[in-house]
Every structure is written in C-alpha cells, then in structure tokens.
C-alpha cells in the first residue's frame, strides 16, 4: 500500500512537468496546427537562463537562497516570452500560408539552432544550480511515504501555473478568443478577433510556461545539460498527443498518465521496462481514441 | 484507395536513379546498385565504400614516409561523457606540445588529431573511419566500453594500434585484437575489489545492484555480482535505469523496498549524483557503493554536499592522490599550464597511454602500429607511470597489476580516501 502511494507519488511529481512542458505543444497546436518543435528547447532555454541569473547572483556576493526564484522566475518566464513571440514573428508568421511542412521543418530548425547556442554559449558538460536555493530534506507525508521539500515545491508551482493557465483560458477575454482562434481563424476574424495578435499571445503564454518548467526541473533534478530539452520535451510531445493535442486539460491528463503509467512500471515490473511499458499503453490508448483522451472526435487530418 | 502520389517518394524497383536501364552502373549486380534497396540506402551504401578506400589501400604504397608523427585522439568532446573527454584532450595536448618543445618523437614533430564521438556507438565508428584516412598510426581513447568497442573494431581492420585511457569492460581484450590495449584495469578486477570491500569492510550482507546497461555498467555489476556471491552476500536486487532519465524515484522506491543494506551502483556518476540526490525523496537510507566512473568532483556537484556525503566509490587513486614522481610532475605542470587541477584520473590514464607510445615509438626506433603492438606485448617492462608503475602487458594487451582504492565523500564534499581499504 505504501509502496502503490509512494509510486504514485513519484508519478505525480514526474507527470506535473511533462504536462507543463505539453502545455506549450498543444497551445501552439491549437491555434496553428503547427508542432511547434522548438518548444522542448525554449524549455531548456529557460534552466539556462535561470542558470545565468543565479550564478549571476553568486557572482554578485550574495549567498542566493531559495527566496532568489521569488524574482527570477518570473523574469525567466517574461524573456522567454519575448523569445516565443520573436520566434513566431521569424520562423513561423511568414510560412503561415505556406501548408503545413514548411512552418514544420522551420520549427525543426529553430529547435536545432537553439539547441547549438545553448551548447556553444553554455558548453556541453552538465550545468547546475547553487545548492543554497534547494530546499533541504523530505517531508514524511503517512507512513513510509515521503516526498522531498524541493519535490513538492515543483510540484506545488507547476499546478498554480496550470490552474492559472485554466482560468485564464476560460475566464477572460483573451482566453475567450483564443478558443474561438483555435476554432477557426476566418469565423474568428470576421467576428473582430485580432488573430495575429491572439497567436502573439499564445506564443507568450506558451514559452513562459515551459521556461518555468525548465528552472523548475533544474531546481528538482539539480542539473541538466543542453540536450533536456529533447529528452523531457519528446516525452511532453508525446503526453500532449494522448491528452488530445489542440486541448488544455488533455495535454495536464496525459502528462500526468504518462508520469504515473511510467512510475507503476518501474516500481513494480522493471526500471528497465517502463518505457516500453508507457508507450504500449500509450498506443493502446491512441488505437481506441486516435484523437486522444480528451481530444476532438472528428479531427480532420490533411 | 492508395493515393498516387505517395508512390512518386519511393522510385520503383528497377527504375530507380542508380539501376536505371541503360545507365553505366545499371547492369552490375553488386550489393551497392541491387535494384531491390532502397535509393538512400544505396547512396549510403556508396558513400561509405567511398570513405573506407583510403583504408583499403596499403598506406605505405607509393608514398613518402610523412614528416610527422601522427597521433589520434578519440574521445566524448561532447555530451554527457564531455568532461572526461575535454580532459583527456588538455592531458594530451600538454604532453604533447611539451614533447614537440624538446624536439618531438624521433626527431619527427607529433601531430595529434582530436575527434569526438560524443561517446556513442555510431559516431564511434564514423570517428575510426575518420582516423585511418588521416593515416594515424595510433589513437588514443575512447572514454566509454560502448564508444571504444565500436571504434576498436574499425580500427583492427586499419591496423590502427588503439590504447582506451579508461573502458574497462572485460571483454573489449577479449576479442583477439592484437594492437588493442588499454591503461585502466578491467571490470572483473574492480569487482573483485569491490565484493572484497562491501563483503569485508563494510560486512554488508544484503546487496542490492544496479546499473545502467552500457557495456561498461553491465558488465562490472555482473562482475560484481559473481564475487559477492561467492562470498556469501545475498542479491536482493539487480536491474537497471535508463541513464537518459532525469527521475530515478520509481527505481529508488523499489530499492527501498527490497531493505538492502548496501546499493551498489555501477553506472555513470552524472546518473550516481541524481540517484544520490533523490534518495531521501523517498525516504531511502542505504550504504552506496559506486563504481570508477562515479570518481568525478561533478558528482557532489550534482547531488549536493548534503546528499552526496557518506557514498563510496571504489577507483584507481584520484591524480592528486598519487605521489610518483611522474605524477607530482605532471600534475604541477597540469595545473600551471590550465590553472586547474587535473581531476579525473581518466585525464591522467590518457596522459600516461601518450607516454607508453612515446616510450614504444623511441624504444623501437619506429612508429609501424605492428612493430609497436609487439614491444608493449613482450619487450615493455616496468615503465614509470604517472599512475604508477606500467609493469608491462598481457598477450590481451590488459594491464598487468591493479591500483583500485575504496573513497569516501566527506560532510564537507571533499573526497578522501576510506580510513580501512579490505
């Protein structure tokens, strides 16, 4: 019993940042049909950037506590943003009307060029954070279950976000028309919706979100190097398909039956298997709803 | 119903661009123009034959004997394997400009040509293929069993004499190779001396193990495993993570549960810090015990000192620790040359493997991989080594001897040698 509440702990934990992370695919999915491959290393960009400003804050003689993400997150989150909507703005924006391949492999590279700034500006060995900003010890939640400090606060901010993202979509104006954008663009337009600026907005809420859970997985796993964004970002790619990419509690759904299904797997078959495991399940899941769990049932496919 | 247009990516068979009826190379039945495979493959196909000519061709024939000494040095310059091979190219690379300084190898200047193969099996072997067009006569790496494996196979057929500063599994000697050598000691040896020393220091009897299923890992737990065995020590675990995984708790939960006394883990120390670090997470208290590739400073990097201290690691003595003469020179001069401490002992294996070629090109007046191959087999013996003393090599070309130690991590992150070695 212990063991299922402290694996299914685990998946959580796992889960909260692959559906943060699948948050930014599907966004951009939904108002573009475009995957936007870059997405996995503006995630990746944002461990950097939150790298840079706390060795900064070393360097600069102060001793950075847990406090310093008070202000650094945020700031992370706007840069990423503004790199978000200049991408759009450079790489994608001009190929809108060029089909769907185009803007595809123009993501593609993007994905490639940031990937190589980040290892050529950072160099390739792993990177961490100053331990003085991680929370020490774990918390003993009943019985022999237990999370750490870290963990939890992880977990904790990657919820808020995905609530906040929640009631924004749903309870305000913007958020109203990016459902009506993701709908159709030409209806959307015709009813005095600013598509252009509406995408603009999903490009900053996107790269925001992911450059948070960047710095928040650097400050749970304690490093990372350039390649994060490939291997957390694949596996956020995929979780945003399950959910029913295009949809905002689908991609939360599959990252997190994704984090616990990769967990259960490893705890009580193989750490070698759970892989394999998450993705026949995964595979199953998509052969009896090709559109995802909570995706669009008749989901044309050009 | 199929649309056409898909069957316009693919050429049909027998009309593709290569066998086109008619076209020069279209008749022949050779593997690279058979209709049946693919265009890509084919074009593949071609451009590898195309780059393994070079090696085809004798390299002596016709042409002059080249003005350098010329010497490679493979190794991870990338990735997760990057810091070990970064290094070994600042070992090396000292080494090397001080001997052209004084003269170079047999009155020849030393080329040495640094190429990365990110430790991974493909670029491994596109490295060697690299290497012997250059016309290097030996080569120097790689880091990792899986990489070296690769590149050793290339490198056998090329005639290329290959010395890994650090692959240490068993069987990369086994396979016949007589210009494959290598300056660490192998798997079995270390798992030896750490089954001697979680069995008698420790006195652990419920072992759990785990690696990470690279060559490397596997094959020292299964090492491991055998000796622990025999000295009565009970396996509660043995399985393995994906080393491409940041979250280990799934795994760290199943250790908790088996109630092991000791874990010993043999992988990498990038996947060591995380495993170390996330441990308390779940509430996990355990001896760990750590294999040679864990002997890295980044390791209480990434862990935190807090979580990092208390873990054991059994290695070859870390540079600073070793008080040869030729050790106390190298590293000084290490440390004014890059204004940093050579931290790795692989760096220092790397440094010592240029000296035995040095040794063997100067003692046999030759640089001819085979005339080499046979001076370190039978004529080298006893050659002060910055890691000590290189007795000589087996017919394998194994190292003979061993220098493994038992470390420990200090509360204060430092790493000091266990006060009882078994």
């Known amino acids: 019993m212990e063991f299922l509440a402290q694996n299914l702990l685990n998946g959580v934990s796992i889960g909260s940042f692959y559906a943060l992370v699948a948050l930014g695919y599907t966004m951009v999915y939904g108002v573009l049909r475009l995957i936007n491959f870059a997405h996995g290393d503006l995630f990746m960009w944002g461990a950097f950037l939150g790298y840079t400003a706390l060795t900064a804050i070393s360097a600069a003689g102060l001793s950075p506590g847990p406090w310093v993400f008070v202000p650094v997150l945020p700031g992370v989150m706007i840069v990423l943003a503004l790199a978000g909507v200049l991408l759009e703005r450079t790489a994608y924006r001009p190929l809108r009307s060029a089909g769907r391949l185009p803007p595809l492999i123009s993501a593609l590279g993007a994905a490639f060029i940031l990937q190589a700034l980040a290892r050529n500006l950072y160099g390739a060995s792993y990177k961490t954070y100053p331990s003085s900003v991680s929370l020490p010890g774990g918390v003993r939640i009943l019985g022999d279950v237990t999370m750490g400090t870290t963990q939890i606060v992880a977990v904790l901010a990657a919820l808020l976000l995905m609530s906040a993202l929640h009631v924004f979509v749903h309870r305000t104006r913007v958020g109203t028309a990016m459902r009506a954008v993701s709908l159709d663009h030409d209806t959307a337009r015709l009813m005095g919706i600013p598509v252009d600026r509406v995408i603009a907005g999903v490009f900053l809420i996107g790269p925001a979100l992911g450059g948070a859970a960047g710095m928040l997985v650097a400050l749970r796993y304690g490093s990372f190097d350039f390649t994060l964004g490939w291997t957390f970002g694949l596996k956020a790619f995929i979780a945003a398909i399950v959910g029913g990419i295009g949809n905002i509690p689908g991609a939360m759904l599959g990252g997190l039956i994704l984090g616990v299904v990769e967990s259960l797997g490893a705890g009580y078959i193989s750490p070698q298997w759970k892989d394999l495991i998450a993705y026949v399940l995964l595979a199953l899941i998509l052969i009896a709803r090709p559109g995802g769990l909570l995706g669009e049932r008749c989901a044309e496919r050009v | ?422």
């Not at chain 2, 640089?367 to 017919?395: N, Q, R």
């Open chain 2, 1 to 422: 119903m199929p649309t056409p247009r898909r069957t316009r990516l693919r050429p049909a068979p027998g009309h593709s661009f290569c066998s086109r009826p008619g076209h020069p190379f279209g008749h022949g039945p050779g593997l690279l123009f058979r209709p049946g495979l693919a265009y890509p493959i084919r074009c593949l196909l071609l451009l590898g034959a195309l780059a393994s000519l070079p090696v085809l061709l004798p390299s002596g024939c016709g042409r002059s004997k080249p003005a350098t000494v010329r010497i490679g040095l493979e190794g991870p310059m990338t990735g997760d394997y990057a810091y070990e091979g970064q290094g070994f190219e600042r070992a090396v690379r000292l080494l090397v400009d001080q001997v052209n300084a004084s003269g170079g190898i047999l009155g020849r200047h030393v080329e040495l040509f640094v190429e990365d193969d990110r430790g991974d099996v493909k670029e491994a072997s596109l490295v060697a293929d690299r290497m012997a067009s250059r016309g290097v006569s030996v080569v120097i790496g790689s880091y990792n069993s899986t990489a070296t494996e690769a590149a050793a196979a290339v490198y056998d057929r090329a005639g290329i004499l290959q010395i890994t500063p650090s692959s240490t599994a068993t069987r990369l000697t086994a396979k016949g190779y007589q210009r494959f050598f290598r300056m660490c000691f192998t798997d079995d040896r270390q798992g030896l001396f750490g089954a001697e020393f979680i069995s008698k220091v420790l006195e652990s009897r419920r072992v759990a193990i785990l690696h990470d299923n690279s060559t490397y890992a596997q094959g020292l737990a299964e090492w491991g495993k055998k000796f622990l065995l025999e000295r009565g020590c009970e396996i509660v675990f043995f399985d393995a993570i994906n080393p491409a995984d940041k979250d280990f708790t799934p795994s760290l939960t199943k250790l908790k549960a088996v109630n092991a006394e000791t874990v010993y883990f043999t992988g990498y120390h990038a996947q060591a810090g995380l495993l170390l670090r996330q441990a308390p997470e779940v509430g996990l208290k355990v001896q760990w015990v750590m294999g040679d590739a864990c002997n890295n400073p980044e390791l209480v990097r990434i862990a935190g000192v807090d979580c990092a201290q208390g873990a054991i690691f059994t290695t070859e003595p870390l540079p600073i620790d070793l008080d040869y003469p030729e050790a106390k020179a190298f590293t000084a001069d290490y440390k004014a040359h890059y204004g940093a401490d050579a931290t790795s002992v692989w760096w220092v294996m790397a440094a010592d493997a240029f000296r035995v070629i040095r040794a063997a090109m100067e003692a046999t007046k030759s640089t001819d991989s085979g005339v080499l191959a046979a001076y370190l087999h039978t004529g080298l013996k006893d050659l002060p080594g910055i890691t000590g003393p290189i007795l000589g090599y087996d017919e394998k070309g194994d190292r003979l001897g061993t220098i493994h130690r038992a470390y420990v991590i200090t509360p204060k992150g430092t790493i000091v040698p266990y006060p009882k070695q078994p």
